[in-house]
């Protein structure tokens, strides 16, 4: 029987919204979703505003730079909010 290693050090691949959440697509191939409620700043950004971000350090981290809002990839995995 053989396993997948779970990645230690999670990267996002991309990012994408709904109506009501954040989905972080991982290299991995895991996908994280989390409320935008959880996220102020991104729950009261306008759509274009939601898709205008960078992703930091490989992947590491998520910025919006028109609201100032950095998210990091470890963090959504433990649910910090």
Not at 15 to 31: H, N
């Amino acid at each position: 029987m053989s396993t997948l290693a779970v990645e230690t050090h999670p990267l996002a691949q991309s990012v994408e919204f709904t109506d009501d959440d954040l989905i972080v697509s991982l290299l991995d191939g895991r996908k994280v979703t989390v409320p935008l409620v959880w996220f102020p700043r991104l729950s009261e950004a306008t759509k274009t505003q939601l898709e205008r971000y960078e992703l930091l350090a490989d992947g590491e981290g998520i910025h919006w730079p028109e609201i100032d809002e950095d998210l990091s990839v470890a963090g959504l995995l433990r649910g910090d909010h």
